[in-house]
């Protein structure tokens, strides 16, 4: 079991950037790997970035690649995803995701946060 809590959303300018977090309880976290999520209003949910549970393999969205970084501190039980260059069409709901493998497909996450608002003004 894997509990999973996201921060460091808010609003930002275009151009802007953010860090957000997700912290995990339990012992196992280095076992998983993790992934970043996000849903914006009226649309579904859509895959952003993953990373290996070592941290050596990471995969991103072709929308967010070369702005957004996704980083894991496994001493820390901590993901974190890195974003720059924000754009008005970043702004979603982001959620945090535990599994077995880095994959874009949702369904093949078992734990998940319950996501940090980010919205990027123009």
């Known amino acids: 079991q894997v509990q999973l809590v996201e921060s460091g959303g808010g609003l930002v300018q275009a151009g802007g950037s953010l860090r957000l977090s997700c912290a995990a309880s339990g012992r196992t976290f280095s076992s998983y790997a993790m992934g970043w999520f996000r849903q914006a209003p009226g649309k579904e949910r859509e895959f952003v970035a993953a990373?290996?549970?070592?941290?050596?393999?990471?995969y991103y969205a072709v929308s967010v690649k070369g702005r957004f970084t996704i980083s894991r501190d496994n001493a820390k039980n901590t993901v974190y995803l890195q974003m720059n260059s924000l754009k008005p069409e970043d702004t979603a709901v982001y959620s945090c995701?535990?599994?077995?493998?880095?994959?874009?497909?949702?369904?093949?996450?078992?734990?998940w946060g319950q996501g940090t608002q980010v919205t990027v003004s123009s």
């Open positions: 990373i290996s549970s070592s941290g050596g393999s990471t």
């Open positions: 995701a535990a599994g077995r493998f880095a994959v874009v497909a949702s369904s093949l996450y078992g734990f």
